[in-house]
């Protein structure tokens, strides 16, 4: 894979080169380890997961109920936070202008995420949470280091995986 990633700062090498990739970020940090034990410059090296996917794990049905209450809370917080703002830099009973704003919070938040909800027209009657993770993890070194590196990880069982299968 080997391609130069964007120049990030801090993240990028001069002239990077594939040294090995490795199913799993485990084993990749684990080459790399054996690498920094044998005294050998690893600044000069980058783990960079390839071979992305997005995985999404649904987390239970939604219904009315479910938003109404998620929407309810949420807002509540909200007016806990615009209401102690208030009672900060207002006159008045603390207690009252908390009070009433939690509470109009709230209502503005049930109000709001059954809206959104009623706009997906069931669409996505679920909740989930997802995220993006590697498949391969590739590690790259600068080309004036590869060979000193690969001579290393030979050292190491299983430190440079077989690239044909």
């Given at each position: 894979?080997?391609?130069?990633?964007?120049?990030?700062?801090?993240?990028?090498?001069?002239?990077p080169?594939?040294?090995?990739?490795?199913?799993?970020?485990?084993?990749?940090?684990?080459?790399?380890?054996?690498?920094?034990?044998?005294?050998?410059?690893?600044?000069?090296?980058?783990?960079?997961g390839?071979?992305?996917?997005?995985?999404?794990?649904?987390?239970?049905?939604?219904?009315g109920?479910?938003?109404?209450l998620?929407?309810?809370?949420s807002?509540l917080?909200?007016?806990?936070?615009?209401?102690?703002?208030?009672?900060?830099?207002?006159?008045?009973n603390?207690?009252?202008?908390?009070l009433?704003?939690?509470?109009?919070?709230?209502?503005?938040?049930v109000?709001?995420?059954?809206?959104?909800?009623?706009?997906?027209?069931?669409?996505?009657?679920?909740?989930?949470?997802?995220?993006?993770?590697a498949?391969?993890?590739?590690?790259?070194?600068?080309?004036?280091?590869r060979?000193?590196?690969?001579?290393l990880?030979?050292q190491?069982?299983?430190?440079?995986?077989?690239?044909?299968?």
């Amino acid at each position: 894979m080997s391609q130069q990633p964007r120049n990030v700062s801090g993240l990028a090498l001069e002239f990077p080169q594939s040294l090995a990739v490795y199913d799993d970020y485990a084993a990749a940090q684990k080459a790399v380890d054996h690498l920094s034990d044998h005294h050998f410059p690893v600044q000069n090296c980058m783990i960079v997961g390839t071979e992305l996917k997005q995985v999404e794990r649904i987390t239970g049905r939604l219904t009315g109920g479910r938003v109404a209450l998620a929407g309810g809370l949420s807002g509540l917080w909200l007016g806990l936070f615009v209401g102690l703002i208030f009672a900060l830099f207002g006159d008045g009973n603390i207690v009252a202008i908390v009070l009433s704003a939690v509470a109009g919070g709230a209502v503005f938040g049930v109000i709001w995420a059954l809206a959104g909800y009623a706009g997906t027209r069931g669409r996505r009657d679920f909740s989930s949470v997802s995220a993006v993770v590697a498949t391969k993890y590739e590690v790259l070194v600068e080309h004036k280091h590869r060979e000193a590196a690969r001579d290393l990880l030979a050292q190491l069982p299983g430190g440079l995986p077989d690239p044909f299968g």
